[in-house]
Antibody, heavy 120, light 109 residues
């Protein structure tokens, strides 16, 4: 079964750091581009970051640029999001997502999400 | 940056047709994808590349895209279709690259 499972969310104080992980299984992870997408409570979907299959190309949303770092370990079938200098507005459910069957940017695989709460 | 505009809400009676629009500058030149999201769940891809359906998605879901508007059409709406729907594009000309619309809450009356 093709699956993505996020972990690492939790409660963190403003200015703090957190590292999210996304474990992939059931497919050849190293062949697929990956993304992080977040959703603040009661709000819509917001794309956060993209990484190419090899890790050589990376993009960020303006809202997280300079604070978040996306990376991947293809040997471990894992995607990461290092989040630094966290703000209250970063509070959200964070999903990892990928275009598996229908094109790189049509996300048909999503994890269940991990909640990040930034609060003092 | 590229902006996608959706109506906040659409209401429809069971058995009728729901149309959810997604507006963007020359969106007809881009591939539009649509997602359904129910409370507490991850989004599900229901239409990709403007009008194609992923495996397992009912034929009641269809899409179109032309000019400045893309449309998701749900025929013979059922109670189970009540959800939030999001359009999405890849915009290579923008730093944002992946752009989501603000979402539309579909209410089945």
């Amino acid at each position: 079964e093709v699956q993505l499972v996020e972990s690492g969310g939790g409660l963190v104080q403003p200015g703090g750091s957190l590292r999210l992980s996304c474990a992939a299984s059931g497919f050849t992870f190293s062949s697929y581009e990956m993304n992080w997408v977040r959703q603040a409570p009661g709000k819509g979907l917001e794309w956060v970051s993209y990484i190419s299959s090899s890790g050589s190309t990376i993009y960020y949303a303006d809202s997280v640029k300079g604070r978040f770092t996306i990376s991947r370990d293809n040997a471990k079938n894992s995607l990461y999001l290092q989040m630094n200098s966290l703000r209250a507005e970063d509070t959200a459910v964070y999903y990892c997502a990928s275009g598996y069957s229908y094109g790189d940017d049509a996300f048909d695989i999503w994890g269940q999400g991990t909640m990040v709460t930034v609060s003092s | 940056s590229y902006v996608l505009t959706q109506p906040p809400s659409v209401s429809v009676a069971p058995g009728q047709t729901a149309r959810i629009t997604c507006g963007g500058n020359n969106i007809g030149s881009k591939s539009v994808h649509w997602y359904q999201q129910k409370p507490g769940q991850a989004p599900v891809l229901v239409v990709y590349d403007d009008s194609d359906r992923p495996s397992g998605i009912p034929e009641r879901f269809s899409g179109s895209n032309s000019g400045n508007t893309a449309t998701l059409t749900i025929s013979r709406v059922e109670a189970g279709d009540e959800a939030d729907y999001y359009c999405q594009v890849w915009d290579s000309s923008s730093d944002h690259h992946v752009v989501f619309g603000g979402g539309t809450k579909l209410t089945v009356l």
